[in-house]
């Protein structure tokens, strides 16, 4: 994967201590919800009884159950219950939609300088923050493994993409219980927690009928999950699951030949969200939301890309020179920044033939289409 703006490191979960998950609260807790860990504060945690120093404490998940505060007498008529524990969020708990974007150029998105428009990510970063300091791995698995478990890559055993781990330390595609992801802590905290869209997580050898299921979203702190296993599918006739099952996308009526997965996986967090306030209110949510787009394949309505006709005829060259600009204008980047020379695998656009030029600007008009349909 390229670079995607905001991303940020959340959770540090350490060792694996008589069947308990030991999770770290550190400084490196950053930006996904707001400061959910600040927000459960210490006494919404259970605490281990050892600190690792001065500044920093381990938490044991799960809870142990609270003690029994009833009365057990010789019969029903001298004996009390206790109450049924439930565990709440604590008070003010944010709701977190967290919405990953997968193959994205920093000079893609018209919020961060780009030619597309993105006029929802526009409105947020207004009424929000921007982030220009990132990091990725710069592939797909390893990316997304330490964004859910707020863990180097490799203390998550995934150094490459899943379809290629094999039987090294960090390199396995199996992500280990010591490093769960954030979903547990949130679900194990009084959060209702689902995962949309895009799963390229889960080892390839894994992924049949027969399971195991240990590494599929609802062992792992996600109360539902729907999207497509694996790095890419078909925007038209994708191959979904709910949960552990294959199903078919269903297409509502009316809209077929102009509805691909970027809709089904859009409405489906919007369904969620939806039934889930309906009945719980008062229960926070966190979503992770990881739609296909924009990696290939490149699959959007004809009526999207139309409305970029024409508008990549300048050639790649110009237009990294002008996003460049634009960067600089709306200070993403620092005014003593420099354009990176373009690099020599990809041939100067005024190389290119007629028909040359004429196939990229048609898959630069996809491509941007896409980026928009993501983004309308």
Known sequence: MKHKSGAGIVAERHGVTHGHWHWRATPRFIAIALGIASLFGMEA?????????STQKTYVLPQPPPPFKGVIGRTYKDSKPDKIPVIKAPSG????????????????????????????????AREGLRYTEFHTTALCSPTRAALLTGRNHHSAATGVITEIGEGYPGYTGQIPESTAMVSEILRQNGYSTAWIGKNHNIADWETSISGPYDRWPTRQG????????????????????????????????GKEGHYTLNDSLADEVINF??????????????????PGATHAPHHVPKEWIAKFKGQFDQGWD??????????????????????????????????????????AERLMETFAAYTAQTSP
């Open 222 to 253: 996600f109360d539902h999950f729907y999207g497509f296993v694996g790095g890419d599918t078909s925007q038209w006739t994708p191959a979904l699951y709910r949960d552990n099952t294959p199903i078919a996308m269903t297409i509502p009526k």
């Open 45 to 53: 945690l259970a605490a281990d009884s050892t600190p690792q120093d």
């Open 273 to 290: 969200i939806h039934q889930e306030k309906s009945v719980t209110p008062d229960r926070p949510f966190f979503v992770y939301y990881a």
């Open 93 to 124: 708990a944010p709701n977190v939609l967290l919405i990953l974007i997968d193959d994205a150029g920093y000079g893609q998105w018209g919020t961060f300088g780009g030619q597309v428009p993105t006029p929802n990510l526009d409105r947020l």
């Open 318 to 359: 110009k237009y990294r020179e002008e996003t460049y600009q634009r960067q600089l204008k709306l200070g993403v980047i620092p005014p003593d920044a420099k354009l990176t020379p373009r690099p020599k695998e990809i041939p100067a656009w005024d190389s290119l033939s007629a028909d040359q030029k004429r196939v």
